[in-house]
């Protein structure tokens, strides 16, 4: 996916200048850089980024840019991205589950935090990682609500099992610490408030003192319309509830962001390839390509529709059906999609707040998916 140099004033310009028969994926940086100094100015503790979410290098050079100073990576490649782009950034090699090749790498590259949530897994690390300066954070799951999708169907031991892995995790010689993630787009600060007591019941039966307390991400985006989600009662809920639950065996809080850092700061310009008996949308993109996540966690319903010569439609909405590009039954977006009435072929589709899991899952299937990356200056209008 390659990136414009040219900068847009907002992506109806785009639309009224290029008319792109191909999806477009448009980054704020401003909006991209306020976000992070958010994160910075108001989480209590250090400020990573899950590099999964989007590793565009214009949006680790932004993060950079405002601030950000760690990094959550999950695999060599990431790793690699990340000391090219920023050589001093702390790296927390938070995949719980690791080949021995992948550790190895890790170990090569200088990476000092881990995570893990299992026996076997810290077999690895403690025969392969140099305890000295390095810190193994033992991930934990808890059955609370929530979040978009639960995390703890793949990730994180019990808190049963969490009390001798930490207790292990010390008596090797490691910085002994705690991680959790409460799930995807998490809109309830209270599983952070459950998680966050957890760990200091975890480290008072294993009898250790947590260096670090890794709240995982989970941070909301705004994928729906109404207010934007309220970032800053999480942060000071964080902020108390680790005060209380440790008192003065509190350790440093650490987060790692992704979809809460980039979402908001991309939009993405579909065109409507088809209007089928005034009732079926058939879209440039879909669920095979920067659409991906929509079936797991809804549809987006931020939007903005556009005439090729960048008017905005404004005719009372109806609901339809809205079909991606492939020969695929199941590229379909879920529910039904509020539309202008007047909506016709080649118009176009703009969704907002598509910066997470977009480009990253695009699969190229059926030959669709051909994706631009541009910049604007506002995501609206």
Avoid at 13 to 41: S, Y
Avoid at 282 to 300: H, K, Q, R, S, W
Avoid at 325 to 339: E, I, K, Y
Wanted: proline share 7%; with cysteine; glycine share 10%.
């Amino acid at each position: 996916m390659g990136l414009s140099k040219t900068i847009w004033a907002k992506p109806s310009e785009i639309i009224r200048v290029k008319g792109p028969d191909h999806p477009v994926l448009v980054c704020a940086p401003t909006v991209l850089q306020a976000t992070a100094r958010r994160f910075l100015r108001g989480f209590p503790g250090l400020v990573t980024y899950a590099v999964k979410s989007n590793p565009e290098e214009m949006v680790i050079q932004n993060l950079v840019a405002a601030g950000i100073k760690g990094f959550d990576v999950a695999s060599p490649f990431e790793i690699d991205l990340i000391r090219r782009l920023a050589p001093g950034a702390a790296l927390h090699y938070n995949n719980p589950v690791r080949g021995r090749d992948e550790i190895a790498h890790a170990v090569k590259a200088g990476v000092k935090s881990w995570s893990v949530d299992s026996a076997s897994e810290l077999d690895k690390l403690i025969a392969m990682v140099p305890a000295e300066g390095c810190e193994i954070s033992v991930r934990f799951k808890l059955p609370v609500a929530g979040a978009a999708y639960n995390f703890g169907a793949k990730f994180g031991a019990t808190p049963d099992l969490a009390v001798p892995l930490l207790a292990r995790v010390a008596a090797a010689g490691f910085i002994p610490s705690l991680t959790f993630h409460p799930g995807t787009q998490c809109t309830d600060p209270m599983a952070w408030d459950a998680y966050i007591r957890t760990a200091a019941r975890i480290c008072a039966e294993a009898g250790v003192r947590a260096a670090r307390l890794n709240v995982g991400g989970g941070f909301p985006s705004h994928r729906t319309t109404g207010a934007a989600p309220a970032l800053e009662q999480i942060f000071t809920l964080i902020d108390r509830v680790a005060t209380e639950a440790f008192g003065a065996d509190r350790p440093a809080l650490v987060c790692e962001p992704g979809r809460g850092l980039v979402g908001d700061a991309f939009s993405l310009i579909t065109r409507v390839k088809a209007l089928r008996d005034d009732s079926h949308v058939f879209l440039n993109d879909g669920v095979y390509g920067c659409l991906a996540e929509l079936p797991l966690l809804g549809t987006i319903d931020r939007i903005e529709v556009f005439s090729p010569e960048g008017v905005a439609r404004s005719a009372a909405p109806v609901e339809r059906v809205v079909f991606g590009p492939t020969c695929d039954s199941v590229d379909r977006l879920p529910g039904q999609l509020a539309l202008p009435g007047d909506l016709t072929e080649g118009d176009f589709i703009v969704f907002q707040g598509m910066g997470a899991y977009s480009a990253g899952l695009n699969t190229r299937f059926n030959g669709f998916g051909a994706v631009e990356l541009a910049t604007v200056m506002a995501l609206q209008g």
